[in-house]
C-alpha cells in the first residue's frame, strides 16, 4: 500500500510546531506581596496557562492519531524506522511537558529573619534549570487556624513543595495534610517522631549524641531543663536511659518560667548542690536562659552546663568563659571545611539592603539547614527533569479541604526525588532515611572552659562518640588514617561475628560481637582510623563467577570499592591474592571432616579381657599348660625332686617312704597360683624346677604388668566407633554422602587439587544428585546432624572445633586436616591500610592476644565441657557394666566350688560305706568319730599309687575293727547318717 506523502509531511510539521509551541510559551513568573488585586491577577494568569496547557495537550492527542495511523500503514523496514522515529519524538514531547518554572511554597515568622534571607540567597544561587519560584507567606507559625489557611492557599495556587517552619502546636496539622494530599514538606525545624514520608526533616537528631556526651562525662545526678514547645522526644530518650543506668535526673519545664521563677529555681539548685545541668531549648530561648544564669551568678566554678543545641558557636558565652564554668555543646557546621568555607564567602559578598537587619557575617545553623534545604528541593526538580518524568499540575490544582481529601497524583514521585538527594551542604553531608529523617551526619563536641574553646571529638550514628585523638604516629599517611571512617566488611559466621542477643537495643558496632568484632576493634586501635561495620550484603565470602568473571561476597565488596577493609574468617587464596591483598595470617586451619558423632560403645560383660587381644590369652593358656606339663616332667625326671615323708612321733617310719609333691595337678596348682601372683604351700626343690618357676614368674611379672597398665586405660575410657577416619575413608565408600560450602575455598581446593584422592571427591560432589553443597556452614551443620550419620561435611578446621563445643554436642572431627592455609584480613588493592594492618597483626600475635581471643571464643565460651572433652575417647568413671564379668566369674568359682564340695562328699560318703559293710551294730558315738576321722586323711603306712606316689588309708578305732560286717541295708543305712 502506498502512504500519501502529504500525510508524513503533515505529521512531521504539526510535530515541529507543537514542539516549538511547547518551549516558547513558558512564562518567567516572581514573587508578588500577598495582596487582593495581586492574587486575583495571579489566578487570571494561572487560569491562561492551565488552558494553553490544556489545549497543547489536545494538539497532542490529535498527533498522536496522525502518528498512529501512520505506524498502522507502514510495512516492512519502515516499520522499524517509523518506530525508532516515533520513540525518539515521544521522548521529546515528554521531556517538553517537565515546566521550565517550578513554584515552591515558603512559610516564614519574620521576613527579616536570617532564615528568610538564606531562603532568598540559595534561591539567587541556582543556575541550572528548572527555576525555582517562591511563593512566599509571612505567618505566625504557633496559630494553627493562620498555617492552615496559609498552607492551603499555597496548594491551591499549584506550588510543587512548601518550605516551612512549625511549632508544637501546628506540627500535627502539618503532617496530616501533607500525608492526605501528598505534599512534599521540608522544614528545619525540630525533629518529631512521624511516619510521614512527606516530611522531610532538615535537622538532625540530637538525642543519641547528648546520651554518649552525658557517659563521657559519667554524669549520674543532674537537672535537665527543657522548652516544651520544642517537643519532648530527646526527654523522653534521656529519661528512658535514666531508667536502665539508675541516672537520678531532675526535669524543669521552663515553658511559662517568669524573673521570679529562674530565681527561685536556681535557688533551689544551689541548695541541693546541683551544678551539672542539660539545657534544651531553641537557640532564642537558650540565650535567654544563659542570660538568667549570668544575672545569678550561676556561671563559676564548678559549674557544668550541657546545652543540648546543634548551634554552639552560634551562641556567646564570653561571660561564661570569663567566670570559669564547664559549658559544652554540638555544632552542626563546620565553616572550616571547603563547601561551608566556599558558600560563607558568597554570603558576605551578598547585597545586604534587601536585608538590611540581617547579620551576615555567619549564617546561624538554622540558615545553613534553610540554604541546603533549598539545594535539596533545586537537586530533586533536577533529576526528575533529566528523567522526563511528568510532573506538571494539568486542570484544577486542588482543594486541600476537599472532603474526602483528594492526593495529588505526581506527589510521591516528588517526595521520592526528595529522599533520594544527597549532597554535600552547609550543614555537611545532606541524606535522608526512607523516613525522611537525615542520616550519616556528624555532629561535632566543642567544650569552653576557662583556658578557650577546644574541640573534645565528634559523634556520628556508627561510631557514636569518638574523642579526638591525639596523633602519635607521624607522616601523613597516619594521619589522613585518623580522619576517615572506613567500611569494614563481615560475615555473620559464629563465633566470628555474631548479632547480639538484645542487638536491637544498640546501634552501630555495638550490636555485633565475635572474635573478628574484637579483632576489628583491637587492629582499628593499633592503627588508629574509625571503622564502621557493614555484613555483606549476599552473605558469602568471595568467589567469582566462572561465566560473568564478577566476584561476589566480601571480595567482592573489596574489589568494587564499596568496603575498605574486610576482616572476617577469609581464606588466603592465590585467586583471592590476584585481585585483593592479605595481612599475614592472624589464625592458621586446614580443611577438616566433620561427621555425627557415633553413638558410644557400650562395654561387655568380659569388657576386662580387652586389654589383651584374643591371641594373647590363647597363647596365655597354652603357655600354662605348656608350663604345667613341662614341671611335672622335670620333677618326675629330677632326683632331687623326691624326698622322704617326716612321720609323727610315735608312729612306726615305713621304709623307703619317698614322696613327689609335683604331681600333674599339684603342677597346674603351682603355675596358677605364680600367674595370679599368690603365694603356694609347695615349691620345687631341684634346680631344673626352680629354672622353670623362675622363668614363669618373669613372664607372668610382665604379662600382669602389661595388663595392668591397660586395663585402666580401657575400662575408664567410653570409646566411639567412626564410620570413617580420614579422607581416603570418604573417597572408598559411597554410603556416606560428603559436602562443601558452595561459594568459598574449600569448594576450590578441592576443584583446583590434583591429588588422586581429593580429585575423586571432587567428581563425586560436583556429580552427587542431590547436590551436596550447602550455601551457610549453618546449613551443612544442620545437615550433618539431620542425616543420622549418613553426610559428612568439609570445612574449616577451626570451625569445625568451634561447632563441636555447642549443643547439642552431636557432631566432631574426624581425622587430620586436609591442608593448611590461613585465614588474613583483606583490603583493595594498593590500598593505604595494608601496610599498617599487617603491622598490626603481627604486633597483637607476638602480644598473644590472637591466642587468648581463640581460646576466649573457642573454649571458654563452650557448651560441651573442656577442650578436649570433645575428643573420641572420653575419660569417666567405672560403671558396673564395665566389670561385670569379673562378678559373674565371682559368682561362678563359688557355684563351681560348692558343687564340686558336695560331689567330693557324697564320693567319699559312698566310698567309706562300701568299706563298713561288714560293721553291725556301732555305738553311735563311734560312728560319729568313723565319719569325722574318714574325712581327716593321715599318712600311710607305705607309698602306692596316690597322687604323689603315696597310698592313702585311714586310722579307725579297734573297736570298730572288731564289728562283724553289717548288712547291706545296714551300711547304706550308716551312709545315709555320715550324709
Avoid at 555473620?492 to 565475635?514: I, S, T
Avoid at 559411597?734 to 581429593?758: C, P, Q, W
Wanted: charged letters at 25%; one cysteine or more; glycine letters at 8%.
Amino acid at each position: 500500500m502506498t502512504i500519501p506523502k502529504h500525510r508524513v509531511l503533515t505529521s512531521c510539521l504539526r510535530a515541529q510546531l507543537i514542539l516549538l509551541s511547547g518551549g516558547v510559551k513558558q512564562q518567567s513568573q516572581r514573587w508578588i506581596p500577598r495582596e487582593g488585586d495581586a492574587q486575583s491577577r495571579r489566578r487570571s494568569r494561572g487560569e491562561a496557562r492551565e488552558a494553553a496547557k490544556e489545549s497543547r495537550a489536545g494538539e497532542k492527542s490529535n498527533l498522536c492519531s496522525e502518528l498512529g495511523f501512520f505506524f498502522a500503514n507502514a510495512k516492512g523496514n519502515m516499520q522499524h524506522i517509523f518506530a525508532f522515529f516515533c520513540t525518539s519524538f515521544l521522548g521529546a514531547v515528554l521531556g517538553a511537558n517537565f515546566p521550565n518554572n517550578i513554584q515552591i511554597g515558603g512559610l516564614f515568622p519574620n521576613q527579616q529573619s536570617q532564615e528568610h534571607a538564606a531562603f532568598r540567597f540559595a534561591l539567587s544561587q541556582l543556575t541550572e534549570p528548572p527555576k525555582l519560584l517562591p511563593q512566599i507567606d509571612i505567618v505566625n507559625i504557633s496559630d494553627s487556624f493562620e498555617m492552615t489557611y496559609t498552607f492551603c492557599s499555597q496548594f491551591s495556587k499549584g506550588v510543587y513543595a512548601i518550605f516551612g517552619f512549625y511549632e508544637r502546636r501546628t506540627v500535627n496539622m502539618l503532617t496530616s495534610f501533607c500525608g492526605a494530599l501528598h505534599v512534599c514538606f521540608i522544614t528545619p525545624s525540630f525533629p518529631v517522631e512521624t511516619s510521614n514520608q512527606f516530611v522531610l526533616q532538615l535537622r538532625p537528631e540530637l538525642q543519641d549524641a547528648l546520651i554518649s556526651v552525658i557517659e563521657h562525662y559519667s554524669w549520674q545526678k543532674f537537672v535537665y531543663i527543657y522548652d516544651a514547645d520544642r517537643g519532648l522526644s530527646v526527654l523522653q530518650k534521656v529519661l528512658d536511659t535514666a531508667a536502665e543506668k539508675n541516672w537520678q535526673v531532675t526535669a524543669v519545664n521552663i515553658l511559662t518560667t517568669t524573673e521570679e521563677g529562674y530565681r527561685m529555681l536556681f535557688q533551689e539548685l544551689e541548695k541541693k548542690k546541683e551544678r551539672l545541668v542539660v539545657v534544651d531549648c531553641e537557640s532564642e530561648r537558650l540565650n535567654i536562659i544563659l542570660s538568667k544564669i549570668i544575672k545569678l551568678e550561676k556561671n563559676g566554678n564548678g559549674y557544668h552546663y550541657i546545652l543540648a543545641n546543634l548551634g554552639f558557636m552560634d551562641i556567646d558565652l564570653t561571660k561564661f568563659r570569663e567566670s570559669g564554668a564547664n559549658v559544652t555543646g554540638f555544632q552542626l557546621v563546620n565553616y572550616t571545611d571547603a563547601v561551608p568555607a566556599r558558600i560563607m564567602q558568597q554570603w558576605r559578598n551578598n547585597d545586604a539592603r534587601e536585608h538590611p537587619r540581617v547579620d551576615w557575617k555567619r549564617p546561624k545553623y538554622t540558615s545553613a539547614l534553610t540554604y541546603d534545604g533549598v539545594r535539596v528541593m533545586a537537586e530533586a526538580f533536577q533529576n526528575l527533569r533529566r528523567q522526563r518524568i511528568d510532573i506538571s499540575r494539568r486542570g484544577n490544582a486542588g482543594d486541600c479541604l476537599a472532603n474526602p481529601a483528594v492526593p495529588w497524583g505526581q506527589g510521591i514521585d516528588i517526595q521520592r526525588a526528595l529522599q533520594q538527594v544527597r549532597f554535600e551542604g552547609l550543614s555537611g553531608n545532606v541524606q535522608f532515611n526512607e523516613k525522611g529523617r537525615r542520616t550519616n551526619y556528624t555532629l561535632h563536641v566543642i567544650e569552653m572552659k576557662h583556658d578557650g574553646i577546644r574541640k573534645i571529638g565528634y559523634w556520628n550514628e556508627d561510631e557514636k562518640l569518638v574523642p579526638a585523638a591525639i596523633d602519635t604516629q607521624t607522616g601523613n599517611e597516619s594521619t589522613s588514617l585518623q580522619n576517615r571512617t572506613y567500611i569494614v566488611t563481615t560475615i555473620l559466621e559464629d563465633p566470628y561475628v555474631m548479632l547480639k542477643k538484645n542487638a536491637n537495643q544498640f546501634e552501630g558496632n555495638e550490636r555485633y560481637e565475635g572474635y573478628c568484632v574484637e579483632l576489628a576493634a583491637e587492629i582499628a586501635k593499633h592503627v588508629g582510623y574509625h571503622y564502621r561495620l557493614e555484613i555483606v550484603r549476599d552473605g558469602k565470602y568471595g568467589a567469582r563467577d566462572p561465566d560473568t568473571k564478577t566476584w561476589n561476597g566480601m571480595v567482592g565488596e573489596l574489589v568494587y570499592g564499596r568496603a575498605d577493609v574486610a576482616v572476617a574468617p577469609l581464606t588466603i587464596t592465590l585467586v583471592r591474592e590476584e585481585v585483593i591483598d592479605f595481612s599475614k595470617p592472624f589464625m592458621s586451619l586446614g580443611i577438616s571432616i566433620m561427621i555425627k558423632k557415633p553413638q558410644k560403645s557400650k562395654p561387655g560383660v568380659f569388657s576386662f579381657l580387652d586389654p589383651l587381644a584374643y591371641e594373647i590369652w590363647m597363647c596365655i593358656v597354652f603357655a600354662y599348660i605348656g608350663v604345667s606339663v613341662v614341671l611335672f616332667l622335670v620333677s618326675r625326671f629330677s632326683p632331687y625332686e623326691w624326698h622322704t615323708e617326716e612321720f609323727e612321733e610315735g608312729r612306726d617310719q615305713p621304709a623307703n617312704d619317698q614322696t613327689n609333691e609335683f604331681g600333674i595337678f599339684n603342677s597346674l596348682w603351682f603355675s596358677l597360683g605364680a600367674f595370679m601372683q599368690q603365694g603356694c604351700d609347695i615349691s620345687p626343690r631341684s634346680l631344673s624346677g626352680r629354672i622353670v618357676g623362675g622363668v614363669w614368674w618373669f613372664f607372668t611379672l610382665i604379662i600382669i604388668s602389661s595388663y595392668t597398665a591397660n586395663l585402666a586405660a580401657f575400662l575408664t575410657v567410653e570409646r566411639m566407633v567412626s564410620p570413617i577416619e580420614s579422607a581416603e575413608d570418604l573417597a572408598k565408600q559411597t554410603e556416606i554422602a560428603y559436602g562443601t560450602l558452595e561459594a568459598g575455598s574449600t569448594k576450590e581446593f578441592f576443584r583446583r587439587s590434583k591429588i588422586a584422592v581429593f580429585e575423586k571427591m571432587w567428581t563425586y560432589m560436583k556429580s552427587a544428585e542431590p547436590s551436596v553443597f550447602v550455601r551457610t556452614t549453618e546449613e551443612g551443620m544442620i545437615r550433618v546432624r539431620k542425616s543420622k550419620g549418613k553426610y559428612a561435611y568439609l570445612l574449616e578446621s577451626t570451625m569445625n572445633e568451634y561447632i563441636e563445643q555447642r549443643k547439642p554436642c552431636d557432631t566432631m572431627k574426624v581425622g587430620g586436616n586436609l591442608d593448611s592455609k590461613g585465614y588474613g584480613i583483606a583490603t583493595p588493592k594498593g590500598s593505604a591500610l595494608r601496610g599498617p594492618v599487617n603491622l598490626a597483626v603481627l604486633k597483637l600475635s607476638e602480644q598473644g592476644v590472637l591466642d587468648k581471643l581463640k581460646s576466649k571464643w573457642w573454649y571458654d565460651k563452650g557448651e560441651c565441657g573442656s577442650k578436649d572433652s570433645g575428643s573420641k575417647d572420653k575419660t569417666s568413671a567405672l560403671s558396673l557394666s564395665n566389670v561385670a564379668g569379673v562378678f559373674y566369674i565371682l559368682i561362678g568359682g563359688l557355684g563351681l566350688a560348692m558343687l564340686v564340695a558336695l560331689i567330693e562328699f557324697c564320693y567319699k560318703s559312698r566310698s567309706e560305706s562300701k568299706r563298713m559293710k561288714g560293721f553291725c551294730l556301732i555305738p553311735q558315738q563311734s560312728i560319729n568319730e568313723a565319719i569325722r576321722t574318714s574325712t581327716l586323711p593321715r599318712p600311710a603306712a607305705a607309698g602306692g599309687s596316690g597322687e604323689n606316689g603315696r597310698v592313702v588309708s585311714h586310722d579307725f578305732p579297734k573297736s570298730m575293727q572288731t564289728i562283724p560286717c553289717m548288712s547291706h541295708s545296714t551300711g547304706m543305712s550308716l551312709g545315709a547318717t555320715g550324709l
